[in-house]
């Protein structure tokens, strides 16, 4: 895991550059605080800061590999977990390695397969190879876009870089953003490409973009296929599991300390519960961590989200898998402190408004990184097995929408006071198909109205569902369900994705994600509704496969999601800050957000304990911050 950083100019001289090309890396030294390398030709200028996980003393960056023609560098971000067997196939074609690392062996990939060593990859990635011989740069993305990787086209070439900071850091960029980059920031629906800064673009994942004197292409190599399932219940419950062992065995491998991160869901305890039996077999134990709030466990209150606090189930995992286990508990002090807003924003480059959601995995991350350096999480599981509640509801079994925008607050909750006229599926802005901020928007009205968020997440939705292919003789049901698993899996995941890889490699912590693997994504994917369900509970294909080694507490639970503390001095903090904002009423946040209704809802009288009425105050105050880190030019109509 690491930062990856360059710049590609066919009309001048780079190889004076290394001033900002090191200006383009540092931003992320965060993600690569074991070692920085830079190479410079004359189009090329390429930067790399490294995480070491995998032979620490051999994988430096950027790898170069001399041919009588050119020499072929890359810089690279990521793990792949086959690599072994790619290094036996190579070696058996006659490349001689001089290191143990994965680098060496996706290199001498490129240079037997050129751009088709992409399909032969297993893992999480986004590496880019400057191709002396041809004068051409290579960018490859995962399948599942894992890892974060962007570029951005200038006149004669491009740059690129693993986070915008790197891009936004080389005086070519601009720093704008425009309604449309607000459209997406808001939507909550992932567009594939967009980056929200204007003139910035995502590598899409399973993607190649090349880039060459005549300008850029775009291959794609990986996209999520229909295929006929004709396994019954038994063999798929096994196929499940045997995919899993496998998987976990791969991401286990590493040459650093490493653990769990459990949260006492069936995702995760299935995770850590696989990793656990895997290494006592070696006569090890696993690391896990949860994280916690001060008081939550004692004083929980249910919501419309969560119906039980985590760490009872927690603790039931770590006792029946015997791992090694630490409960970090972070105080509203620790996730109010406005420091640590900032320290996410400049993780994520982007005012997420997810508020403490956030600035606890980060805090999370932190904590972690003391112990070890490489982590596996549950993301994707539920969108994968079908473990939210837009799964079971009616309206986002409709199609008309993006099911977690359906009924807004079945996802993000409902929060206290807000009404079926104010939040629910009858509000403002009618039937519930956008994401709100409150029970009125706190964005201003030239904003609202500029945006047009309605028909921009309309445009999106039909333009996603063209490309999925129905089966011959799929039932209506079915394909309905095809449609909302698709969606997860290519757009909603991502969101998750992305925040969990910005967060913790702020602090240098690699997170794996072995529910990620497409050999996993593909089969359960192309798996009946009916067999995912087949019990009538949640990810029911993957309770069954891990049954045997979860607590039956767990076996049990309902989904959850990601914890979020009730503490009502938290929300005080938030309305104190946004007080604060209000008291410098000059601060350019206000050409975007309402001063008076944020004036009304520092005033509110609730206890605001739950995220879904804090929301409006957490954007706010992510927006201003944006603003201040930043400084973009914003251009509205």
């Not at 080694?549 to 639970?557: A, C, G, Y």
């Amino acid at each position: 895991m690491c930062g990856i950083a360059g710049w590609v100019a066919f009309d001048r001289d780079l190889r004076t550059q290394q001033p900002t090309v090191d200006a383009m890396t540092d931003p992320m030294a965060c993600r690569g605080p074991a070692g920085r390398g830079t190479y410079l030709d004359r189009h090329v200028a390429l930067g790399h800061r490294r995480l070491a996980i995998i032979d620490p003393p051999g994988g430096a960056q950027p790898m170069n590999a001399d041919t009588p023609h050119g020499t072929v560098s890359m810089v690279y971000s990521g793990e792949v977990y086959n690599f072994t067997e790619l290094r036996a196939e190579l070696a058996a074609r006659g490349h001689e390695f001089t290191t143990h690392s994965d680098t060496e062996a996706v290199l001498r990939g490129y240079l037997e397969w050129g751009d088709a060593v992409a399909e032969r990859l297993n893992g999480m990635y986004a590496f880019a190879i400057w191709d002396g011989r041809e004068q051409r740069l290579l960018m490859v993305r995962d399948r599942s876009g894992i890892k974060p990787f962007y570029y951005y086209p200038t006149p004669d070439g491009v740059l690129f870089g693993s986070e915008p900071k790197a891009i936004l850091a080389n005086p070519l960029a601009e720093r704008t953003v425009t309604a449309d980059g607000f459209r997406e920031l808001f939507a909550f629906i992932k567009t594939p490409g967009h980056a929200v800064w204007e003139g910035m673009r995502e590598v899409e994942p399973g993607t190649v973009v090349a880039v060459g004197r005549t300008g850029i292409r775009t291959t794609r190599y990986w996209t999520l296929e229909t295929r006929e399932h004709t396994d019954d219940r038994d063999t798929t419950v096994a196929r499940v599991r045997e995919l899993l062992d496998d998987i976990v065995r791969r991401q286990l491998v590493a040459d650093v300390p490493s653990c769990t991160l459990l949260s006492g869901g069936l995702d995760s305890s299935a995770m850590t519960a696989i990793a656990a039996a895997q290494l006592a077999g070696r006569g090890e134990k696993v690391r896990s961590f949860a994280v916690d709030f001060v008081g939550l466990t004692e004083n929980f209150v249910p919501d419309a989200l969560r119906d039980a606090p985590d760490t009872p189930f927690v603790h039931d995992v770590a006792r029946k898998s015997g791992t090694l286990h630490q409960d970090i508990v972070l105080s509203s002090a620790d996730i109010a402190d406005p420091e640590v807003r900032r320290k996410v924003i400049g993780a994520r480059d982007i005012p997420s408004g997810l508020g403490d959601l956030d600035t606890s995995l980060y805090l999370l991350a932190k904590a972690i990184r003391g112990h070890a350096t490489m982590a596996l999480s549950g993301e994707s599981a539920d969108e994968l097995f079908g473990g939210y509640k837009q799964f079971f509801d009616p309206e986002a079994r409709k199609g008309t929408t993006f099911p977690w925008l359906a009924q807004h607050q079945q996802f993000f909750g409902q929060g206290q006071g807000q009404g079926q006229g104010q939040e629910g599926q009858e509000g403002r802005h009618g039937q519930g198909s956008r994401p709100r901020t409150g029970p009125q928007s706190l964005l201003s009205d030239q904003l609202e109205a500029s945006l047009d968020l309605d028909t921009y997440i309309q445009d999106s939705y039909r333009s996603a569902v063209a490309g999925i292919r129905r089966l011959d003789g799929e039932s209506e049901p079915e394909w309905q369900m095809r449609k909302i698993s698709y969606l997860h899996l290519t757009r909603f995941v991502r969101i998750w994705l992305d925040r969990k890889d910005r967060t913790s490699m702020a602090s240098g912590l690699e997170v794996r994600v072995p529910f990620c693997d497409h050999r996993l994504v593909e089969y359960v994917y192309n798996t009946p509704w009916a067999l995912k369900n087949f019990d009538g509970k949640e990810k029911s294909l993957l309770r069954a496969a891990a049954a045997d080694v979860l607590p039956e507490s767990v076996v049990k639970r309902r989904k959850s999601p990601y914890p979020s503390t009730q503490d009502p001095t938290y929300a005080a903090a938030l309305r104190d800050q946004c007080k604060e904002l209000l008291s410098t009423p000059g601060h350019p946040v206000f050409d975007l957000i309402d001063k008076g209704r944020l004036g009304e809802a520092v005033s509110a009288r609730t206890p605001q304990i739950d995220q879904a009425s804090r929301r409006d105050l957490e954007r706010t105050l992510d927006l201003a911050v944006w603003i201040d880190m930043y400084a973009p030019t914003i251009k509205l109509p």
